[in-house]
């Protein structure tokens, strides 16, 4: 007797899931900023970076080490600004440090029960600083896109 109380238990619970207790493998989450790397000589064209290392300001492990002419970049949560400082592989070994902020206003918008919210974003004005001082690598920032809600667009442009 217990065993099919158990199995009936098992079945019941299974279907008995309503569409707001799964949050699909597609739902959107909250965004990443997508930045294209260009060349400040020529500004339309792409231009890759290699061996770039990004990481969290004052932080001491990387969350990436990227080679490309785009990447996507988190934001954080509850936080006015994100820092980050991007150090640039060189022949040498030496790499070239720039610390970069981004400013924001943060704009959640409720998905489902399972899902919860996911976070929009709009630049403010500044959008960004440039933290470090001296000979870096990055020439010139642009924004591309002021609203990062999804991850279709670029939002910045880094040329270097």
Same mark, same amino acid.
């Given at each position: 007797?217990?065993?099919?109380?158990?199995?009936?238990?098992?079945? *019941?619970?299974? /279907? =008995?899931?309503?569409?707001?207790? !799964?949050? $699909?493998?597609?739902?959107?989450?909250?965004?990443?900023?997508?930045?294209?790397?260009?060349?400040?000589?020529?500004?339309?064209?792409?231009?890759?970076?290699?061996?770039?290392?990004?990481?969290?300001?004052?932080?001491?492990?990387? *969350?990436?080490? /990227? =080679?490309?002419?785009?990447?996507? !970049?988190? $934001?954080?949560?509850?936080?006015?600004?994100?820092?980050?400082?991007?150090?640039?592989?060189?022949?040498?070994?030496?790499?070239?440090?720039?610390?970069?902020?981004?400013?924001?206003?943060?704009?959640?918008?409720?998905?489902?029960?399972?899902?919860?919210?996911?976070?929009?974003?709009?630049?403010?004005?500044?959008?960004?600083?440039?933290?470090?001082?001296?000979?870096?690598?990055?020439?010139?920032?642009?924004?591309?896109?002021?609203?990062?809600?999804?991850?279709?667009?670029?939002?910045?442009?880094?040329?270097?």
């Amino acid at each position: 007797m217990n065993l099919r109380y158990l199995i009936f238990l098992c079945f *019941f619970g299974l /279907f =008995s899931c309503e569409k707001d207790d !799964i949050c $699909l493998e597609g739902t959107p989450g909250t965004p990443r900023m997508i930045v294209l790397f260009k060349d400040y000589q020529n500004p339309s064209v792409l231009k890759a970076v290699s061996d770039l290392t990004i990481k969290g300001f004052d932080q001491e492990t990387a *969350f990436a080490v /990227f =080679s490309g002419d785009s990447v996507a !970049i988190p $934001l954080k949560n509850n936080f006015k600004f994100t820092q980050y400082e991007l150090l640039l592989g060189t022949e040498d070994e030496v790499p070239i440090a720039d610390s970069l902020q981004i400013n924001y206003r943060q704009f959640d918008l409720y998905i489902n029960r399972a899902c919860g919210y996911k976070s929009n974003f709009i630049f403010e004005d500044p959008s960004h600083y440039i933290l470090t001082q001296g000979n870096g690598w990055i020439k010139r920032i642009e924004i591309i896109k002021d609203t990062l809600a999804d991850e279709k667009n670029s939002h910045m442009a880094i040329y270097h």
